[in-house]
């Protein structure tokens, strides 16, 4: 009886006042019981964040302003909780003159210099700017390069200046390819000259081209008079510039970094610029045996081919695509197709059919892969004849057959390509998805964005490439991030990144 009595005074203790149970783990509420526990408060805040638990900014705010290893992670999370009543405390968190060193009070001041800019930049402070471009002093890299992607984010005015100097004058490579990266991301034309330039500036074993011709790209057309006056050698800082040992840009680099960019833009009044340069080019790669030419003068006319597949081409210019693509050297005569079949160049597949009948072996593989793709009527039966002649695999051969076949099947039937598209067969599929792009069916080429064979995506970006006014921006986003994870399909990731870039642009 008495172990009983005992018992009640228990119960109404937790009846009568204020007993609560634990809170339910992985709960915000379990966390932020963690926070007065240094040994869980980063861990903490870090899944207060992830749960976007609003509630407790103020008690995250509370940890910022208390000295600890904690700090970083909360300036971070009032960023990812928009806590804008804490704008004030993150830039006073802000500490410009922490130095370069080991010892844990700066890497500590480091790591909250970097967290307190993006989380600004996150709640778009503008107040902000001055003291985050003071951080791209910073002597630590890391801090330079949270303060470079916060102000892509914030813009205003002397962003693009700042960042356009870290561009040119940073001592790490990593910073400066963070900064052109950063600068086409801003979007502001102030920063076209650091990116041309940066196209041709090499550091050891280290180029910016790649990531410099996709920032232009992102700005659009203001891009374009700066890379003309570039194409024509007229641009003073790059004719200035000097690679590794004092030697000048190599011959026909210019010309074609350029000349892609402007392809990609859909520079359509340069076509014919870019045409007299490819064939001067190609010109002095043909005398390769009377004088020595660099490696770049045979990369160049590539790079001119992939600028003109954008383009239509006039008939002069078809003319010297055609020659191109006699070429024996393989590169080149891949290019040289590429932009006739891309541009649905009138009389292709009449050229490249005469193409491969004067090669063999690979070279001619190349010349009836891209006829197959585009013939249509007269050109059926002597390319038929051509490739039964080949000395191609017989799996190719039937692929190309493949090909041959369903041109003649479906004709001018939409709905027959749209049943082809969704074949078994790759070869099948690409030539379906080329004709689809000539019948601009953006839900068919939208979901060839999605095929595993890599020439079935190359052919639907292509498609999409022609018709970016039309895009669903939202839809193209949604299908790059569902990429990320599918190392298969990192090879075309570059290619809609393009096509995304113009569309944004291009549409209101």
């Known amino acids: ?138 002597p630590v890299a890391t801090t330079r390069e949270g303060a470079i992607e916060a102000l892509a984010i914030l813009g205003g005015e002397g962003v693009a200046q700042a960042l356009s100097d870290v561009a040119t004058n940073d001592s790490e490579p990593f910073i400066q390819k963070t900064a052109v990266i950063a600068l086409g991301n801003l979007g502001d034309p102030l920063g076209v000259p650091a990116l041309i330039e940066a196209m041709y500036r090499e550091r050891p074993g280290i180029s910016f081209y790649r990531e410099a011709r996709m920032a232009l790209v992102q700005i659009g057309s203001p891009a374009i ?4 006056q570039t194409f024509l050698r007229k641009n003073t800082k790059v004719e ?36 007299e340069s490819l064939a001067r080019i190609y010109g002095h790669y043909l005398q390769r045996t009377k004088r020595p030419v660099f490696a770049s003068v045979p990369a160049s006319v590539v790079e001119l081919c992939f600028a003109l597949e954008n383009l239509k081409q006039s008939s002069k210019t078809i003319t010297l695509l055609g020659r191109i693509a006699n070429e024996e050297d393989i590169r080149i005569r891949e290019a040289a197709t590429h932009a006739l079949t891309k541009a649905h160049a009138p009389d292709a597949a009449k050229i490249l059919i005469q193409a491969a009948q004067n090669s063999q072996g690979k070279a001619q593989e190349v010349s009836l892969a891209g006829a197959s793709l585009v013939a249509k ?11 039964e002649k080949s000395t191609l695999t017989p799996e190719r051969r039937a692929e190309f057959k493949a090909q041959l076949d369903l041109s003649i099947k479906c004709a001018s039937d939409i709905s027959c390509w749209q049943t082809a598209a969704k074949g078994s067969s790759a070869a099948v599929r690409e030539r379906a998805v080329v004709e689809l792009a000539l019948l601009n069916q953006q839900p068919d080429i939208m979901a060839a964005m999605q095929d595993t064979a890599p020439e079935v995506r190359t ?37 809609i990144q393009y096509v995304i870039a113009r569309a944004k642009k291009l549409q209101p």
């Open 377 to 387: 009527n007269e050109n059926i039966a002597p390319l038929q004849a051509l490739i």
């Open 240 to 275: 200035e510039m000097r690679l590794a040992e004092g030697m000048p840009i190599a011959e026909g680099t210019i010309e074609a970094k350029a000349g892609f960019v402007l392809g990609t833009l859909r520079d359509q009044s340069f076509e014919p610029n870019m045409a």
């Open 225 to 228: 008079l700066p890379l003309q």
């Open 1 to 138: 009886m008495r172990r009983f009595s005992l018992f009640i005074p228990a119960i109404g203790l937790c009846l009568f006042t204020a007993c609560s149970p634990s809170a339910k783990p992985g709960t915000a509420a379990y966390f932020a019981k963690q926070l007065d526990d240094p040994s869980t408060a980063i861990t903490a805040i870090g899944h207060l964040a992830a749960l976007k638990s609003t509630e407790h900014a103020d008690a995250i705010a509370a940890l910022l302003r208390k000295p600890g290893p904690w700090q970083p992670a909360a300036a971070a999370a009032l960023g990812d909780l928009k806590a804008t009543q804490h704008r004030g405390l993150l830039l006073s968190s802000i500490d410009p003159s922490a130095g370069t060193g080991s010892d844990k009070r700066t890497i500590l001041a480091n790591q909250l210099n970097r967290n307190a800019a993006k989380a600004l930049a996150a709640l778009g402070d503008q107040t902000a700017v001055p003291m985050i471009t003071a951080l791209l002093r910073s």
């Open 459 to 495: 052919a639907a970006i292509a498609a999409l490439a022609d018709h970016v006014d039309a895009v669903n921006i939202q839809e193209l986003v949604k299908v790059q991030d569902s990429w990320k994870d599918k190392v298969q399909f990192s090879a075309n990731s570059e290619e």
